[in-house]
C-alpha cells in the first residue's frame, strides 16, 4: 500500500492527506470498502458453511435413536441426544469387520505403492533411463485410466485365480488410483533434490542402491509421507473395485458395507448409515487437519510450473 | 570406484565426478541406465497389468460373444457388439446424457473452484482454518459424500425438505432422487461438493505463483480489479486451468459411485452413465463382449480428451513464445 503511494508520486499524497475522511467521494469510498469487506466475509462464511454443513446434518441424524427417526423427526434437532447408533455399529460385526478390512487393505497398498513410486521416481529423475518421457506419459495416463474399464477383465481373471472376494485381489487394483500420483510426485520432488551430495557419496565408492537407501531416501522422507498420505485417502476412497469383486459381507470394506448398512424391509435407518459415516470420515478429516500443507503441496506437484 | 576413494576427500567431489575418463563414465552411464529399467520394473509391470492387460482383453472380448451364462459362447462376432451397442438407443442416449452431464459439471466446477481460490488467495485470520474445512469434502470417501447427500435430499427426514417447508417454500415435497432432473440435479451438487476443492487447490497454486509486482504495475497503470483479473490472473493461471480440466473432465466422464449410491441409475435408467452401464454389462448381465466394448468406447473417450488437452496446451505455449 505505501508503496504503491510513493510510485504514485508525493503529489497525489499531498492532496489526499488533509482532507482524508471529509469529503463525501472518500466518504462514500471508505463506505464501499466496508461494505466489500462485509461481502468478502459472507463469500468466506458461505463457503465455510456449504463444505461443512452436510457433515453437522449427518452428525445429527447419528445422534438419533432409530426409534425417534423411525417416527418421523419434525424440527432441525433431535429430541434426544444419544450415542445408540454408534454403539449399535460398533457392535455390528458388518460394520467392525469392513471397518478393520479397509485399514488393512489401504495399509497394504499405501506401503506398496509408495515403496514402489520411490524407486521409480528415483529412476526417472535421476538414472537417464532413455524413454523417460514415454515412461512418465504412460505412468499419468494410468491415473485416468477408466476404473469401469478394469472391473470386467479383472473380475474374469480374479475369478480364476481365487481373487474374487479377498482382499489381495483389492490390493492390485488400488494401485491405479495411487501408484500414478506417488511416482509422479516422489519424481518430482527428486527433480528439486541437489545432486551434489549423491555425487560426493558415489565417487567415495558407494553403489547406486546404497546411496538410494542411505542418502537419497532420509532426504525424501517428506515427500514419501506426502505420497503416502495421499495415497491412503484415495484408496480408502474407492468403492467401485469393492463393490465389483466382494461377495461376502465380512470381506466387506467400510464404504461397501456403510451403503448396506442401515437398510430394512420398510425403512432406511440413516441414523445407523450416517454414524457410520461419521465414523470413517473421522480419521480423514483428522489427516486433513494435520497434515493439510502437505496434502496441498502434493496435490499441487507438478501441477503449476 | 575404489580409485574414487583414495584420491578425493569429499570437498572436491564435484569436479572430481565431471573429470572422469569418457569411457568410465559412458560404462557409469549405461549401468545408470540399467539399474533405471530395474527400478521401474514393479511400477511398470504393476500399472501395465490394471491398464494396458484390461484394455487387450476388453478389446479382444468386445470382438467376441462373452457371456458366463451361455458356456458354449465365445465366438468372433467381428463388430456385431459395437453395431448392436449403437444401434441400442439407451446406450445412445446414455452417451449423450455423460457427455452433457460432463460439460455442464466442469465448466460449472472450474468456474466455483475459481471462485474459491480466489477467495483463499486473499490473506485474511483463519485462512488456514477455512482452507482445511474446504479440503475436507475433498478427502472424505465418495460413498461418505453420496451418503450425505442422500440424507440432506431424503423426502420426509432430510435437511433441504425440511427447510423448504420451514420458509414455506414451493417443492417442500419433492421427491429429488425420484425425478430425471431433480435427480441429475442432485448428482451434481454432490459431485460437485467433493470435488470443487481440488480444482481449488490447484488454482490456488497457480494464483499463488503470479507475482504481486505484475498486479502493483497494472494498478498504477490505472487498471481496475476486473481489468487485471482478464489480463494477468487469467492468462497466467492457464497452465493450472488446464490441469483442473483435465483431471475434471476425465473423472466426470467416468462418473459412476456418486450415480451408484444416490439414485442406482434410476428413475428407470435415466440417470445412468457410460460407467454405470459398463459395470451392469459386466456384473449383472455378466456379458463380458458388450461389457468390453463399453469399456473400449470409455478408454478411447478418455484418450481423445486427454490428447486434445495435451493439443491445445501445446499451441497454447507455442502463441504466446511467438
Known amino acids: ?305 | 570406484m575404489a580409485s574414487g576413494v583414495t584420491v578425493s576427500p569429499s570437498g572436491v567431489t564435484a569436479s572430481h565426478g565431471g573429470s572422469r575418463p569418457p569411457l568410465r563414465r559412458a560404462r557409469a552411464a549405461a549401468a545408470d541406465r540399467r539399474l533405471g529399467w530395474l527400478l521401474l520394473t514393479p511400477t511398470l509391470a504393476i500399472l501395465l497389468a490394471v491398464t494396458a492387460f484390461p484394455f487387450a482383453y476388453n478389446l479382444w472380448n468386445s470382438v467376441h460373444q462373452v457371456n458366463l451364462t451361455d458356456p458354449n459362447g465365445g465366438g468372433f462376432t467381428g463388430l456385431g457388439n459395437y453395431r448392436s451397442l449403437f444401434a441400442d438407443p439407451v446406450f445412445r442416449q446414455t452417451l449423450l446424457r455423460t457427455l452433457v452431464f460432463t460439460a455442464v459439471s466442469v465448466a460449472t466446477q472450474i468456474v466455483a473452484g475459481l471462485v474459491v481460490a480466489l477467495v483463499l488467495n486473499r490473506s485474511f485470520r483463519g485462512r488456514g482454518w477455512v482452507r482445511a474445512a474446504v479440503l475436507v469434502p475433498w478427502a472424505v470417501p465418495t460413498v461418505v459424500a453420496a451418503t450425505s447427500w442422500k440424507t440432506m435430499l431424503d423426502p420426509q427426514t432430510g435437511f433441504v425438505n425440511q427447510l423448504l417447508s420451514a420458509l414455506h417454500l414451493p417443492g417442500a415435497d419433492t421427491n429429488w432422487l425420484g425425478g430425471e432432473w431433480t435427480a441429475w440435479v442432485a448428482i451434481g451438487i454432490t459431485d460437485a461438493w467433493k470435488t470443487v476443492p481440488f480444482v481449488a487447490i490447484i488454482l490456488l497454486a497457480g494464483l499463488q505463483v503470479i507475482p504481486d509486482e505484475l498486479y502493483e504495475a497494472a494498478r498504477i497503470d490505472g487498471a481496475g480489479a476486473w481489468h487485471s483479473f482478464w489480463h494477468i490472473t487469467l492468462p497466467l493461471l492457464k497452465p493450472a486451468l488446464l490441469v483442473a480440466l483435465i483431471f475434471r473432465t476425465l473423472s466426470a466422464l467416468l462418473v459412476f459411485d456418486v450415480v451408484f449410491i444416490l439414485t442406482g441409475g434410476g428413475p428407470g435408467n435415466t440417470t445412468e452413465t457410460l460407467s454405470f452401464i459398463n459395470w451392469r454389462e459386466f456384473l449383472v448381465s455378466t456379458d463380458f463382449g458388450t461389457g468390453g466394448a463399453v469399456s473400449v468406447v470409455l478408454v478411447v473417450l478418455s484418450l481423445l480428451v486427454a490428447a486434445g488437452y495435451v493439443r491445445l496446451f501445446r499451441t497454447d505455449e507455442g502463441a504466446t513464445e511467438r
Not at chain 1, 66 to 90: C, I, R
Not at chain 1, 142 to 167: E, H, I, K, Q, T
Open chain 1, 1 to 305: 500500500m505505501t508503496g504503491q503511494l510513493h510510485v504514485a508520486g508525493p503529489h497525489q499524497r499531498v492532496t489526499a492527506r488533509p482532507t482524508a475522511g471529509h469529503t463525501p467521494a472518500q466518504a462514500r469510498r471508505r463506505r464501499a470498502a466496508r461494505l466489500r469487506r462485509v461481502g468478502f466475509a459472507l463469500l468466506v462464511a458461505a463457503i465455510v458453511a456449504v463444505s461443512l454443513f452436510p457433515f453437522l446434518w449427518i452428525l445429527r441424524t447419528s445422534l438419533m435413536s432409530s426409534q425417534e427417526f423411525s417416527e418421523g423427526v419434525s424440527g432441525f434437532l433431535p429430541k434426544h441426544l444419544t450415542f445408540s447408533s454408534y454403539a449399535d455399529n460398533l457392535s455390528d460385526e458388518n460394520f467392525l469387520r469392513p471397518l478393520l478390512n479397509s485399514v488393512v487393505i489401504c495399509l497394504i497398498s499405501t506401503v506398496l505403492s509408495v515403496v514402489c513410486a520411490t524407486l521409480a521416481g528415483y529412476a526417472l529423475s535421476r538414472l537417464r533411463v532413455r524413454g523417460a518421457g514415454v515412461v512418465l506419459g504412460f505412468v499419468l495416463f494410468a491415473g485416468f485410466f477408466p476404473v469401469l474399464a478394469m472391473v470386467g477383465p479383472l473380475f474374469l481373471v480374479y475369478r480364476n485365480l481365487g481373487l474374487l472376494d479377498s482382499p489381495g485381489g483389492l490390493v492390485l487394483a488400488y494401485m491405479v488410483y495411487t501408484l500414478p500420483i506417488a511416482t509422479w510426485l516422489l519424481k518430482s520432488f527428486f527433480d528439486q533434490v541437489p545432486r551434489s551430495l549423491e555425487e560426493a557419496a558415489m565417487v567415495d565408492g558407494a553403489s547406486r542402491l546404497r546411496v538410494l537407501w542411505h542418502i537419497v531416501v532420509p532426504v525424501a522422507m517428506p515427500a514419501v509421507f506426502t505420497s503416502a498420505i495421499i495415497s491412503f485417502i484415495l484408496a480408502w476412497n474407492d468403492f467401485a473395485f469393492a463393490t465389483s469383486f466382494l461377495q461376502t459381507p465380512d470381506r466387506f470394506t467400510a464404504p461397501l458395507a456403510i451403503v448396506n448398512l442401515g437398510q430394512s424391509q420398510f425403512q432406511v435407518f440413516y441414523n445407523r448409515i450416517d454414524a457410520a459415516v461419521v465414523l470413517i470420515t473421522l480419521p480423514v478429516v483428522l489427516l486433513v487437519l494435520f497434515a493439510q500443507r502437505r496434502i496441498v503441496s502434493g496435490l499441487t506437484a507438478g501441477a503449476v510450473k
